[in-house]
């Protein structure tokens, strides 16, 4: 909300400047987001037209120089000899008469009368003052420099807005009101500061001068001045010529209203349309300026009515007003031309005719004030917040006065805001008041107690506040306070603490969010800290016990499964947890039939490419592995995260999955001769051992398997005590091409972390070292092709025993000695015992009982 | 004939001085030491010296042996140190050669300063507690004071999922309550780490997804001061020893009172940069005592117990301190972006 200053001080005095103000606002809760200065200067930082480079915080504005931008009064108009377009203008600046050339077309109409009968009072700039430059667009700034324009002299101006930055007017010359005093510096007249103040939800309340005023007042001790809501009503009594029905109490628990005859349109004045403009609202007549005033000013929005219309609709029988809620398939033209289909839950002001306008949102086409309106039926209702906020979101309807409602205003504002506006209507727009006043209020406004024992709001700030100036801010914000003996609390002694007191408060008739019991004390206890300053209570450590540690083992897994992978040299990304359904279909070859997903959907997605939420990680990896494929030739990438599936509950299962993806050289290029095969399969299976291995993980193993995704027959399911934990492999050329890695082999894993988990131990045994002396040796057996390696390893550990401490493959060959249709494997082994030297004898019968089992049970033919 | 042996000395230790290499050194050895050499021959002539003469010759001659097999030993040692040294010499590098590329892995930007974060809390005593990122409406609203329609739920745009009441969480308050129900009545001390999601244009400056870490700490006696004091401990240990710390009042629904809380800029160091747009003050965590209907929501009684609470962004944090501009770096994962880190 915009605040002129020169405007709050009509309700509070303040002396601070206005950086002070907007520090103390922002620290109470009222963020002042920026502060635009008209022509006056900021007292620290920097704005337009000053010297000085650094910008200060939130600052924007022009100052005007007090020496050279003053007020004029121009006296007479003469054309320009060599210029139909320019007039000269004989100016008095206080000092001197100058003559001043301009082309402001609103000053032409004065041309060639002579000495003016009213002189006009304008802004006047001297040769060098600083403005905006009023032909560019934006805010130029420029010096104002003599030169001769056709002929004519001209070393200063008569300003427009534009070129003072008021506004972005630049139709004309700024015609400041007759009393305006020549020769005074303007900054003096019209300066102003304008603090535009953000209105949380919990300070609705606050959306109007007077909120703001109160809350100057609380922060700054001086005194709260409200504006008089008292009228002179002398007219015809109302009543006999309206009726009020209130179909839903619980949407409109108040509606009041005025009558007021003879009311004459026209602009609003000068010094209204000021406020208004530099609050944001453009000025248009007298009565709904007034409306609008009365809003800003008091927080009660209020509607005006033509009233001879409503009249007319009720063909001389009595105006009845019906609020109720809309009837299916009801619509109304808005007072914007709009027909409106409406909602069920939106409330509606009606006669027995039909709508005449949206309760609090906007106002209808019939009924509205025109510039022939002579009778004005003014309008203040109270409605419920959330109704009116359902309305303003499904008809996209945002205004100030929605805007006030959809966060409440109290019902005891209506009557405030009514007398308030048609005082102001009866003397600007010259109307008679009627005597009465219409207020139907069949749902009052509880008044809020609430007890607030001292000791509460120690124990909840942590400082001691003494009761009385507890009391003291509360009543500077206007609640009713009485100090009270906290009942059974008094002590042996007879002597009182401040722990034995209680404040009994009152809230104010402005409030609708203050609650009651230990809610209602924790509202006051807010707003205590808040203007007693929460950089006034101090920092004291936590004096509660440290609470049982647990730890987070969940997390301590994945975070070590990070470290491992990141230790083999994989990066770790993190990408969107929501995507397509397409986009994980990509993962599939073309034309493969792809297995349905269920997926969790977006009702309300921002983009069509993030509507769903992730089923794969591995889809995410690739896309990433996609992205940077024209940058890099080599990645090794890996994620662990969420994927979300259904469970037949309300929430999805939220299993964790890791997707690696490996492509490129194993080693990147260097001056020396470096490793640039391209990592295959086995480098994939490596990390994955590593990471197993690293995790403890008892003895995975890796099985051949078939996955569409991946190439037939590089690919292999992860197996750890009998659960397939995942997949890994080089995927499918057509997968890799769809990733933008055509024609290179990209290597993928999937695995389900969750079936990891019951896997990773807290603990893990570690071995002791043998003292005693190792047997090595080698041993060459030639197996049939599709006798897996793994197969063999198993069956000299198990034919060999224990004893057996290490089987290491270090050569695969195939060829003619190993006869076609077979392989060659040579295994490095070690034979060690933990409690005594193997002998010869001894190692001889286990090597004796490996042969055999490998002969025996693999086909195999060892070379002896 | 002693003058004899007093030249061949000279002579001898003269030619080793000009021995430079191990030939010249072989052949010296050869020349004066070896069989054939005259002072052997000297030597094995002795017998034939008068026999008055040949106990001075015995001992001259043997003292001229013993020094040439020392200085030979010193030439011997010379010559090595030589050879080596000219080895050496001429197996020097430029060492300005680039180093062998090694891949190192690295931890994504928000993994890492989630790390930092969870450790400056655990040492606080705060424990990690994880809730799920699908939420229910309630949780993520209605229990935390914020009801349907209140207008307060403007302050996250939210994204529904095709099931009434659920929701993607838009920040990890929900976790609040998943852990107040957990533990209560036990004094409770935990940060919720965890993604959450918005409904919002992706911009340089918004993301429809981000990391927040939330705290909660309840108990018998936790206060307003308390909360002070916790997150200037924190600030101190995020953004260095002196950083200071000032708290606004704000607002959020599950905290009464709420608060903002600025740590002092420490890119210009509190006298105004762009970073802090002039401020001096960088808006780091929004905190406040837990609101009375939350902890009685969490199965806390408000008139025993009271708690504080408070949450921030890790991409926002990294984005401060790397200087970071475009919040869209994170999940872009481009790797000239990843590998700075």
């Known amino acids: 909300m915009k605040v002129p200053l020169s405007w709050l001080k009509e309700y509070v005095d303040f002396d601070l400047p206005p950086e002070e103000i907007a520090s103390r606002l922002t620290f109470a809760g009222l963020e002042v987001e920026s502060i635009e200065y008209i022509g006056l200067a900021p007292q620290n930082g920097h704005i337009d037209g000053l010297p000085g480079e650094e910008r200060g915080p939130k600052a924007r504005g022009l100052a005007w120089d007090r020496e050279k931008i003053v007020v004029g009064r121009v006296f007479e108009v003469l054309p320009h000899p060599n210029a139909d377009r320019l007039v000269l203008c004989k100016l008095d600046d206080g000092r001197t008469i100058h003559t001043v050339l301009t082309g402001a077309p609103n000053l032409f109409p004065y041309k060639g009368q002579g000495p003016l009968a009213k002189p006009l009072k304008v802004a006047y700039a001297r040769e060098g003052a600083m403005l905006y430059d009023g032909h560019q667009p934006g805010n130029v700034l420029t010096t104002l420099q003599r030169m001769k324009i056709r002929g004519v002299e001209s070393y200063s101006m008569i300003c427009s807005e534009k070129e003072l930055g008021i506004s972005a007017d630049h139709e004309g010359v700024m015609i400041l009101p007759d009393d305006a005093p020549a020769g005074t510096p303007l900054a003096d007249y019209l300066g102003d500061v304008i603090l535009d103040v953000k209105i949380n939800p919990n300070m609705a309340r606050n959306a109007n001068m007077v909120g703001i005023a109160r809350e100057v007042s609380a922060l700054t001790g001086r005194k709260l001045r409200p504006p008089s809501y008292l009228f002179r009503a002398s007219g015809e009594p109302l009543k006999k010529h309206l009726r009020i029905r209130i179909q839903n109490p619980e949407f409109n628990p108040r509606f009041t209203a005025i009558l007021l005859r003879d009311v004459q349109i026209g602009p609003s004045p000068a010094w209204m349309q000021r406020r208004l403009s530099r609050a944001g609202m453009r000025p248009i007549n007298n009565i709904v300026d007034i409306t609008n005033y009365v809003m800003l000013e008091t927080g009660q929005p209020l509607h005006a009515f033509d009233w001879d219309s409503l009249a007319a609709r009720a063909s001389g029988n009595a105006v009845t007003i019906i609020t109720r809620t809309a009837r299916p398939g009801e619509t109304i033209v808005t007072l914007d031309g709009a027909t409106r289909t409406l909602d069920d839950f939106t409330v509606l002001v009606c006669d027995e005719k039909g709508p005449l306008s949206i309760a609090g949102v906007m106002g209808g086409a019939e009924t509205e004030v025109r510039d022939t309106t002579v009778n004005i039926l003014l309008e203040a209702a109270a409605w419920d917040y959330l109704s009116i906020r359902r309305t303003v979101q499904a008809q996209k309807l945002p205004s100030e006065a929605a805007f006030r409602f959809s966060r409440g205003v109290h019902p005891a504002a209506t009557l405030r805001g009514l007398g308030r506006a048609a005082e102001l209507m009866r003397t600007l727009g010259g109307g008679i008041i009627s005597r009465d006043t219409v207020d139907t209020y069949p749902r009052k406004a509880p008044v809020v107690r609430v007890d607030l024992p001292m000791k509460e709001v120690r124990r909840l700030l942590g400082v001691n506040i003494p009761p009385r100036k507890v009391a003291q801010i509360l009543e500077s914000l206007e609640f009713v306070c009485r100090v009270k003996e906290t009942p059974a609390r008094r002590r042996r002694s007879g002597k009182i603490s401040d722990d034995d007191l209680t404040l009994q408060v009152i809230a104010p008739d402005h409030r609708l969010d203050i609650g009651t019991g230990v809610v209602g004390q924790a509202d006051l206890i807010e707003e205590i800290a808040r203007i007693y300053g929460y950089a006034r209570i101090p920092e004291v450590q936590i004096a509660d016990l440290l609470p049982i540690q647990r730890g987070n083992p969940g997390l301590e897994q994945e975070e070590a499964a990070r470290d491992l992978l990141v230790n083999l040299g994989l990066q770790e990304v993190l990408t969107y947890h929501l995507t397509a359904p397409e986009k994980e279909a990509a993962v599939y070859p073309p034309g493969m039939e792809v297995p349905a997903a269920e997926y969790i959907r977006l009702a309300n997605p921002i983009v069509p490419e993030r509507r769903v939420m992730r089923c794969s990680v591995l889809a995410s990896v690739l896309e990433t592995a996609a992205r940077n494929a024209s940058r890099t030739d080599r990645l090794a990438l890996f994620e662990l995260g969420p994927v979300y599936l259904p469970s037949g509950k309300p929430l999805p299962a939220e299993p964790v999955q890791l997707a690696i993806v490996l492509a490129g050289p194993r080693e990147s290029r260097d001056w020396r001769p470096s490793d640039r095969t391209p990592a295959d399969f086995f480098d994939l299976k490596g990390i994955l051992e590593g990471v197993l291995s690293g995790l403890h993980v008892p003895s995975p193993t890796f099985e051949s398997t078939r996955d569409p995704r991946f190439h037939p027959g590089r690919c292999a399911k992860i197996l750890v005590g009998g659960t397939a934990l995942g997949v890994m492999g080089q995927l499918h050329p057509q997968v890799a091409a769809r990733f933008e890695w055509a024609g290179h082999d990209l290597l993928a894993a999937e695995l389900n972390f969750e079936l990891l988990r019951p896997y990773l131990l807290r603990q893990y045994p570690v071995h002791s070292i043998s003292e005693y002396p190792p047997v090595l040796e080698d041993l060459a057996v030639v197996v049939a092709e599709d006798v897996p390696v793994e197969r063999v390893i198993q069956k000299i550990r198990s034919s060999g025993g224990e004893i057996v401490q290490s089987v290491l493959l270090f050569d695969v060959y195939r060829g003619e000695q190993a006869g076609s249709g077979n392989k060659s494997l040579a295994f490095a082994l070690t034979y060690q015992a933990p409690d005594r030297t193997l002998g010869s004898t001894e190692a001889e019968e286990i090597r004796t009982r490996i042969i055999r089992a490998l002969e025996g049970d693999l086909a195999g033919k060892v070379r002896r | ?341």
């Open chain 2, 1 to 341: 004939m002693l003058e004899q042996l007093d030249t061949l000395e000279q002579e001898a230790l003269a030619a080793l001085a000009q021995a430079n290499d191990p030939g010249a050194l072989a052949a010296w050895k050869q020349t004066y030491l070896g069989r054939s050499a005259s002072l052997s021959t000297f030597l094995g002539d002795l017998g034939k010296l008068p026999a008055a003469e040949r106990p001075l010759a015995g001992k001259r001659g043997n003292e001229v042996k013993r020094t040439l097999e020392a200085a030979y030993a010193a030439g011997e040692e010379r010559i090595n140190a030589a050879v080596l040294n000219h080895a050496l010499q001429s197996e020097a590098l430029d060492v300005t050669l680039p180093g062998r590329p090694l891949r190192r892995g690295r931890l994504h930007p928000s993994t890492l300063i989630l790390r930092r974060i969870y450790a400056i809390w655990a040492e606080m005593g705060f424990q990690i507690y994880r809730s799920p990122n699908v939420e229910l409406d309630d949780y993520n609203f209605t229990l935390l004071n914020i009801p349907p329609h209140h207008p307060a739920r403007d302050m996250w745009d939210t994204f529904y999922t095709t099931e009434e009441g659920v929701l993607l969480r838009t920040h990890t308050s929900p976790g609040q309550i998943h852990a107040m129900r957990e533990f209560a009545p036990a004094p409770l001390r935990v940060i919720l780490p965890g993604m959450c999601f918005r409904y919002e244009q992706i911009t340089a400056r918004s993301e429809i997804q981000f990391h927040q870490v939330e705290g909660l700490a309840v108990g018998p006696g936790i206060t307003f001061a308390n909360l002070k004091a916790t997150l200037a401990d924190f600030a101190r240990r995020m953004f260095g020893e002196g950083a200071r710390t000032q708290f606004r009042a704000d607002h959020f629904p599950f905290t009464e009172p709420s608060m903002e809380v600025d740590v002092e800029c420490f890119v210009c160091g509190g006298k105004g940069c762009p970073v802090c747009k002039f401020s001096g003050w960088l808006e780091i965590l929004g905190s406040g005592m837990v609101h009375p209907t939350v902890l009685r929501n969490g199965g806390y009684d408000p008139k025993v117990f009271s708690g504080f609470a408070f949450g921030m962004g890790p991409e926002r944090i990294a984005m401060l301190r790397h200087g970071i501009e475009d919040i869209r770096y994170f999940w872009g994962n481009d790797l000239r972006f990843l590998e700075q880190f």
